[in-house]
């Protein structure tokens, strides 16, 4: 050993040189240092995250466990030491001689470097290191072999196919070196399972088995090649794969699942058999905690029998009975919503789906179309329980009083029996919980369970929102306090515009509703309250809730007719249930034909039997509003000639003829606005851009003066668009209105009403305001700009500076005030015209306050011209105006602002004899003194 460590020492000298030497020292420190030590702590990774991976079995196993997402960060620290130990192995050990590397042993450093990053899941990385390995090793087979197996595996798990299959067809056509046979048929059988060529892969999987030496992960592989026998229809092959799972001895949870698939495989000449094994297997108490997985597989036995009933009735027991909160309960949860679906129990679909969205991966096939679906009924339900609620209470009001009593007696009956599943259910699993945490801890004696509330346990450490006991939880605490809410921005609000649109009836309607509200109130208070209509379990909870009175009765018929209507919109336009539509929208034109709605469900009807090719049906709807309806929209849009060309063309068409208009309203060809305005009305009644096109014009109506008109424009897009992306804007010129504000106009953009300048509404036509010439008054230099465009108070600074330095004898005040959105920074106390543009000259002579001020609008203003400025003319008018009639006059060429603004007189009387005059200042004292105080705020 000695001798060893004395030879290692002596050929250190030799370090990155191509000797025998060289080569030799750095092969051994690098295997016996750096490397030794990085592949240790591979190695401790790749333990703890066979340890720590779980599989999901409802779906198709990957062949690497960190295929598994939320499998690659387990034994991250391990291989990033890995990581960091042959980055350096490989940076101090490098011998490189024209691009080929000469140290023996170093290849192993670059392929462990490429194992960890594909473990830690950075597979870019890892295709990024191999590539570069098989160029470096080009005319090695065998290094440059191992290294093309893993670039192909970690492109495969990118899900590059293209680049996997080029790097495989490559190999494919040289000679495979046969130490890298093992990690091809890995590779190979990894690609074809990936891209769904079951048969090809089998072979290569057999001997990936074969080769596989750790007993968790062969056990995997069996399990991975049950389910693809499975796949292809070969239920004996899958059988004896699963069988061979559990001869592998492995974790408890992959040999449950193996026992359960093999129920699966055989259920179909075998059901009764198999039903009853998984019967037993749920007896067993070592399953408490799969109980779920057991029902599942029992609901698909039945199901793949045509026994839906049954398996329904299998799903919902599992439902009941998981105690997991996994991915498996909610495949579960998600096969049970479809069935609902499919039968048209949508209140029961929603349950299922609702709950499901939480449990499963946002990255699974179906996931989409189950959030779709959730959506959609979660829109739907409300209608469609609302209309069957009301439909019960309504036979129960026609009903004899015994008839009543039994069938409320029958609900209180369920209710109890309900009550007592889940009663049942939940101690069932509390004691199973209380079971598996027991002999977890089982010999733990100094360990301490922390105890957590049942409100606040996340499942798994998930987060809350995937968290369905505390999603639930949540749920029935908001519809509570809320009631049922429709998931949208603003739920809180009652008016969802910006608008304050009181009339004097609904202030009527609303102070008297209060003052019913309160009376109510005040008779709650007086009243004792009786328990028992409080209690569900007593008829009197019931008998509460029925309409016997006219007046409930026309409450509930109008909850009726409102759910009807939308709920046969809803299955017609977002869920394609055109039967279950017609349904709705049948019953409610005949059982409430003086509905205000109606016109509408008749105009949907029609687009119903159209899409149906039910050309009389839907003449009949046609004429039923003609006769009915003639001058309704939905009448005359049906009824127009262009129809046909509309509902082919009409978008495109309309599309067209908005952008003319708003080209028009941009170019102040207001004629053109209102006629195309009008075309829209006729033509395109229901068009996307109705709201577009009344906004506009309103806004073509004030740049003609006519502030009404635009206000009555603008009002009836908040009234009949209220969901439109105008409407918030038009909301808020009204509001700015009834605020006090002035409204404005002028030529101007969409998004810049209040910039320009003010029209009073109604005002006198023969009042005019001009704007003065005179030179001879006070003027102000003012720069105009908007308040996000430039730093205000650092111009402020450098202004203010600009005037203290260079002004010794004028004292010239700075005001910032606001003109709508606009700010104005002032600059008075300019005796005439000649002082504020020689001002304004030398202020653009100053390099500093010419870039400060470049996105401002610079002006000379009189003090007179000042309020007529925005107010009867824009700021553009203005300029105008400054360019034609002041910009030519000539002014003085004496330097003005070196004179005071007054010279004053002292009185003689008032004189202190003994007290000698005070000299002026040097300019460069004047400049140290300190006389504006900006604080932190000003900045």
């Known amino acids: 050993m000695v001798l ?15 000797t025998a030497k060289s080569r030799f020292w750095h092969a051994f420190n690098a295997r016996y240092n750096t490397y030794y030590n990085g592949h240790m702590a591979f190695l401790d990774g790749n333990l703890e995250k066979e340890k720590g991976h779980k599989d999901n079995f409802t779906e198709l196993l990957p062949l690497y466990p960190v295929g598994n997402k939320l499998s690659r960060d387990i034994g991250k620290s391990h291989y990033e030491r890995t990581v960091e130990k042959m980055e350096k192995a490989i940076q101090r050990h490098t011998i490189k001689v024209k691009g080929r590397e ?27 290191t191999f590539s570069y390995m098989a160029r470096l090793y080009l005319g090695d087979p065998a290094r440059s072999g191992l290294a093309r197996a893993w670039l192909a595996k970690s492109y495969t798990m990118l899900g590059w196919r293209y680049d996997a299959e080029d790097v495989i067809r490559n190999m494919s056509r040289d000679s495979m070196d046969f130490r890298a046979v093992k990690d091809w048929d890995y590779t190979y059988a990894n690609y074809y399972i990936s891209v769904g060529d079951y048969p090809k892969a089998v072979p290569y999987l057999r001997k990936a088995i074969k080769h596989e030496r750790r007993k968790t992960q062969r056990a995997r592989e069996w399990y991975l090649m049950g389910q693809i026998q499975n796949l292809m229809g070969n239920q004996q092959e899958a059988y004896k794969a699963f069988a061979r799972v559990i001869r592998c001895s492995p974790p408890y949870e992959l040999q449950f699942n193996a026992r359960i698939a093999q129920t699966e495989v055989l259920a179909k000449n075998n059901g009764k058999q198999m039903i009853g094994k998984l019967k037993r297997m ?51 949860l998600l096969t049970l919503g479809n069935l609902y679906w499919e039968q048209e129990k949508f209140a029961d679909a929603q349950r299922c789906y609702g709950e499901a969205i939480g449990l499963l991966d946002k990255d699974r096939k179906d996931y989409d179309q189950l959030a779709q679906r959730s959506k959609v009924l979660d829109e739907l339900v409300p209608y469609t329980e609302a209309v069957h609620l009301q439909d019960s209470l309504l036979q129960l009001a026609k009903m004899s009083e015994k008839e009543r009593l039994q069938a409320i007696d029958r609900v209180i009956a369920e209710l109890k029996k309900k009550e007592k599943e889940a009663r049942d259910a939940e101690l069932e699993n509390t004691a199973n919980t209380q079971q598996t945490f027991n002999q977890s801890n089982f010999g733990s004696i100094n360990q301490r369970a ?37 998931n949208i921005d603003n739920w809180r609000r009652s008016n969802q515009t910006v608008v304050r649109m009181p009339s004097g009836d609904a202030a009527n309607d609303s102070i008297t509703a209060s003052d019913e509200a309160a009376k109510a109130v005040g008779d709650s208070i007086v009243a004792p309250i009786d328990s028992t209509a409080l209690d569900p379990h007593n008829r009197a909870y019931y008998l509460a809730q029925i309409p016997f009175s006219d007046e409930q009765q026309a409450a509930c018929h109008d909850i009726i007719k409102d759910g009807l209507f939308h709920a046969g919109i809803i299955l017609k336009d977002k869920m394609e249930r055109l039967n279950i539509s017609e349904r709705y929208l049948r019953r409610l034109t005949t059982d409430y034909p003086d509905y205000e709605n109606n016109p509408e469900a008749w105009y949907h009807l029609w687009l119903l ?12 709807c046609l004429a039923r509003l003609k006769a009915d309806y003639p001058d309704n929209e939905y009448t005359l849009l049906i009824a127009d000639p262009y129809y046909a060309e509309n509902a082919r063309f009409g978008e495109q068409i309309e599309d067209s003829l908005y952008a003319a208009t708003y080209d028009a309203f941009k170019h102040d060809e207001f004629q053109v606005v209102k006629h195309n305005t009008q075309l829209s009305a006729t033509r395109f009644a229901q068009g996307a851009h109705c709201d577009k096109f009344v906004f506009i014009s309103g806004l073509s109506l004030l740049n003609e003066g006519d502030g009404d008109g635009c206000l009555e424009q603008l009002q009836q897009v908040v009234e009949k668009y209220p969901d439109s992306e105008v409407s918030p804007l038009a909301g808020m010129i009204i509001k700015g209105v009834q605020d006090g504000r002035k409204l404005r106009g002028g030529k101007f953009d969409i998004g810049d009403v209040w910039t320009q300048r003010d029209i009073v509404l109604k005002r006198d036509s023969t009042t005019t305001d001009t704007l003065s010439t005179d030179r001879g008054s006070h003027y102000l230099f003012m720069l105009v ?61 100053n390099e500093t306050l010419r870039r400060y001020t470049a996105r401002t609008m610079r002006l000379i203003v009189s003090e007179q011209n000042l309020p007529l400025l925005g107010t009867q003319y824009t700021y553009d008018e203005y300029q105008q105006f400054y360019e034609r009639e002041l910009a030519p006059m000539q002014v003085s060429k004496d330097n003005l602002l070196i004179n005071p603004e007054a010279v004053d007189a002292p009185d003689i009387e008032d004189e202190l004899p003994a007290k000698p005059a005070e000299q002026p200042a040097p300019a460069t004292q004047k400049k140290q003194q300190k006389v504006l105080d900006f604080d932190d705020d000003f900045w």
């Open 4 to 18: 060893v460590v004395a030879l290692v020492a002596t050929m250190g000298f030799a370090q990155n040189k191509n």
């Open 102 to 128: 000469q140290n023996p042993f170093l290849w192993k450093a670059w392929l462990m470097l490429g194992k960890a990053q594909f473990q830690m899941g950075q597979f870019e990385e890892a295709a990024a």
């Open 282 to 332: 749920a007896a067993n108490d070592n399953n408490a905690e799969y109980l779920d997985q057991v029902y599942y597989a029992i609901g698909n036995i039945y199901l793949a029998q045509g026994d839906t009933l049954q398996a329904i009735g299998a799903y919902e027991k599992g439902n009941l009975k998981s105690t997991r909160n996994g991915v498996e309960k909610g495949v579960l």
């Open 450 to 486: 922390v105890p957590q509330s049942a409100g606040t346990q996340q499942a798994g450490g998930a987060w809350y929102f995937y968290n369905p006991t505390a999603v639930s939880q949540g749920k029935t605490t908001f519809q509570r306090e809320w009631g049922r809410r429709e």
């Open 609 to 620: 039997y159209s899409r149906q090719g039910r050309t009389t049906e839907a003449a009949e």
């Open 785 to 845: 700009y908007q308040p996000d465009s430039i730093n205000q108070n650092q111009l402020l600074f450098e202004l203010a500076r600009y005037n203290f330095t260079n002004f010794l004898v004028r004292n010239f005040e700075i005001q910032i005030d606001q003109d709508g959105e606009l700010n104005r920074m002032l600059v008075s106390g300019f005796l005439s015209y000649d002082e504020a543009l020689q001002y304004a000259r030398m202020l653009y002579d």
